[in-house]
């Protein structure tokens, strides 16, 4: 068995290949390890740059410090249960992950879902996009030198969790969107706590863009940086707000309607700057788009259930336990054995904060999934990063990557 | 969609799929980026059907899911591989993109893609033994064992 080769030997390796200077006036390379423990990674990710003076000749990315075998754990695990493990799949946009999920069981099930169901899972997954949106442009702006956005950033992000609390008694693994539903039915008094956030929401926005748009630095450091062209995006298989940036306006949510997503008005944010610069903008719109749509389903939210009428998938309420026979038995039955789902495959997509998410289920007629896989857009998208490095300044290097936006534990699932 | 590659055709909940010949998976790909204009290849992905189809020769399915921005449609590709050492050319030459999703499956289903330009593991350690996502492969993996020994 081949033994995993030492940084050193690494090293050496690289340095066997690279070939000799010519002559003493030649530009010397040097290898240059970043990570896995780097603070502007966003995670563990190791970044191996060949650098020529300050410029990056090549990058090398290592990926898989965070697997936790989610996909084999999946296979383990009745359908319902699954549900918990796509919130650690992307734990900033845990709700995309579990709408995603969920949508396509119920494909498979053929379930009905109720509107109401359905527009407050869109509300949800809205609020958490603004959410993880935040966290990026706190960080993204920390990494590059700007402290004050992170503060403002996190303060409104912590008004998102506390309605996520109040929710879902969770603050970030929230697993409410459930197969055929949601969790629990949404709490009294949720209009006001949406009501309150999202009117004063787009103002912070505005705060947002003066702090940094009429910062000089600001614009130094992201204009005309990390650049990567359209057609090497698609070909490598890079999604969401980086192609966006880019003029193409691919988003599953206007492409692929799901969720009753064609009911609400939004515009798709593009750009035409395909720099860190530009991908800054349409992220900056998308959260003014998202309060558009969350003020919508606020307004607009259709009464009824909160879960599909189908006692053999859905737990029933409590209340009926208590009193109904037949609630009891199907409760017993779901939680010790599952529910069978027909046999079959299915590829769902929903559009995540990060870019295209995609959730290969394949059925056997069991309770418990056959195959689960994850097509997170992190792995799409870090696969565009050497593209995007090479040729820039290691300086930029943090730019760069913190425009992508990608989270490790999507990467490495 | 005609193209000699093509075995079978099947549209289930809304979804096509294409059941295709493994040695002609590149000129299949080629055909459907370049004719039918399914530019984006969104993941590449496998199934283990063990043990049930194990003694077919057909062990294992590759499957690939394509996407046409212009047409505004999804595709998924199937090939059927036999579990004694399975193989298939990589597409790596059609959509640069498959490069990682094919270091994926082979790490987590050993199985193998030709030509492709780096096939070393991706998410497992380099020394690690056997392939995770194998239905045969115990949950646990092969260090540690809990219970009946």
Redesign the interface.
Known sequence: ?????LFEEHVASVAAVAEPPESPSAPRRMTLNMGPQHPSTHGVLRILLELEGETIVKADLD??FL?T?I???CE?KFYQQVVTLTDRVDYLANLSNNLCYALAVE??L?LEIPPRAQWTRVMLVELSRIASHLVWLGTHALDIGAMTPFFYCFREREDILRIMEMFSGQRMMTSYIRVGGLALEPPRGWQHAVGKFIRAFPAKVDEYEELLDANPIWKRRTQGVGFISLEDM?????TGPMVRAAG?P?DVRK??PYSSYDKFDFNVATQNQNDVYGRYRVRMQEMRESAKIVTQALEGMPPGPFKADAPQVVLPDREKMKTQMEALIYHFKIVTEGFRVPA????Q?VESPRG?I?Y?V?SDGTSKP??V?M?TPS??N??GLPKMLEGGLIADSIAALGSMDFVLGDT?? | MNHPAILETKQALGELTLIAEPSQIVSLCRYLKDGEKFIRLSAVTAVDWYPALAQDGARFEVVYHLHSIERNQRLRIKCRLPGADPAIDSVTGVWRGANWYEREVYDMFGIRFLNHPNLTRILMPIDWVGHPLRKDYPKHGYKYGYGNE
């Open positions: 068995m081949k033994k995993p080769p990926i898989g697997h075998g996909e084999k754990e383990a494909k498979l053929q698609l070909d490598l298989g890079v193409l691919l492409n692929e079959g495959e299915v590829f997509c295209e995609g290969y394949v056959y195959r896989h097509r792995f799409g870090l696969q490495d699932r």
